[in-house]
């Protein structure tokens, strides 16, 4: 019998992409901790301690901002999960122009995210945007959708969930596919309907996929900033303001190393949030 012989590699294949990972990852995140401590410009900087975040914690439009987050990210997590999973099921069963219907779900992730706010933006306008104009033509009053502070987050949120439920419903028809048909099968044998096969195959063993869309989904509502800028600019007052762009306006402000400490906090608030849900769903899933 013959040993097969292992081969390695040396560890300066790893370089080149250890280069690259410390240049644009690590050593920036190093800086920034760093640079959140000082008060600076792009010639100058001067060491001032934990006064920026003290700084930022005492911003008024903080806690706010702390909140609309949060209900951002729930709102447009949940709604991409279940959207996603009810589109994905429904574009893997025998449903007629299923290939093209897939198209045009995922058509909207394909599109710039500030052209899409602008155009949303304008279709909401209260008085001659084209959603009241329709609802008008039915006899109903439309509301002011980004101008009213009790339904302009929810309102953006919307438009998020349109824009990304096709990411989830690709990464859901890729989980669906994967499931071997055997098992509806032999559910059909045993007198199973679409409705049993859903609840007892579909949805069980889609687990992975929908783990998946809700990480990625719930980070990117921790971190949106360019939909909410574009459609609302935090307004009004401060009604759609996230932790990012709260960070945004200090930067145009000139406040480079209070936003920085923005940046900082909105960092460990996503980690904090996130990786505890990531252990909370890996380990679920392991126990299927």
């Known amino acids: ?29 190093i800086l920034s901790f760093f640079f959140s401590m000082t008060r600076w410009t792009l010639t100058k900087w001067t060491y001032i301690g934990f006064e920026n975040y003290a700084t930022f914690f005492s ?14 990210a729930v709102v447009t997590c949940g709604l ?4 996603g999973l009810l589109l994905g ?29 602008i155009a949303f933006s304008t279709m909401m306008h209260p008085s ?41 419903t690709v990464i859901y028809i890729a989980g669906i596919s994967a499931i071997p048909q055997e098992y509806y099968e032999a559910l059909k044998i045993d007198g199973g309907n679409n409705y049993s096969a859903f609840w007892n195959i579909t949805l ?8 998946s869309v809700i990480i990625l989904a719930f980070i990117g509502g921790l971190r ?9 600019k935090g307004g009004p007052g401060f009604t759609t303001d996230l932790i990012a762009s709260i960070i945004y306006k200090q930067y145009q402000a000139g406040f480079y190393g209070l ?14 949030l996130a990786f505890p849900l990531y252990k909370f769903l890996t380990k679920s899933e392991v126990n299927l």
């Open 204 to 211: 069980p063993l889609s687990r992975p996929a929908m783990n």
């Open 59 to 72: 911003e008024t439009s903080l806690s706010i901002g702390f909140r609309n987050t949060l209900v951002y």
């Open 259 to 272: 936003a920085t400490a923005g940046n900082v906090i909105l960092f460990i608030a996503v980690s904090v």
């Open 1 to 29: 019998m013959t040993k097969t012989k292992m081969r390695t590699y040396s560890y300066f294949f790893l370089l080149p992409a250890g280069i690259i990972y410390f240049v644009f990852y690590l050593l920036p995140t």
């Open 224 to 232: 949106s900033f360019d939909l909410i800028w574009a459609m609302t």
């Open 128 to 168: 001659h945007g084209m959603f009241n104009t329709v609802l008008a033509s039915l006899g109903i009053t439309g509301p002011d959708w980004l101008g009213n502070t009790k339904i302009a987050l929810l309102s953006v949120a919307m438009v998020d969930v349109w824009k990304g439920v096709g990411v989830a």
């Open 80 to 83: 991409k999960v279940v959207l």
């Open 89 to 117: 099921a429904f574009l893997t069963s025998r449903v007629l122009f299923k290939n093209y219907l897939r198209s045009v779900i995922f058509f909207p992730t394909l599109l710039s995210t500030i052209a899409v706010g």
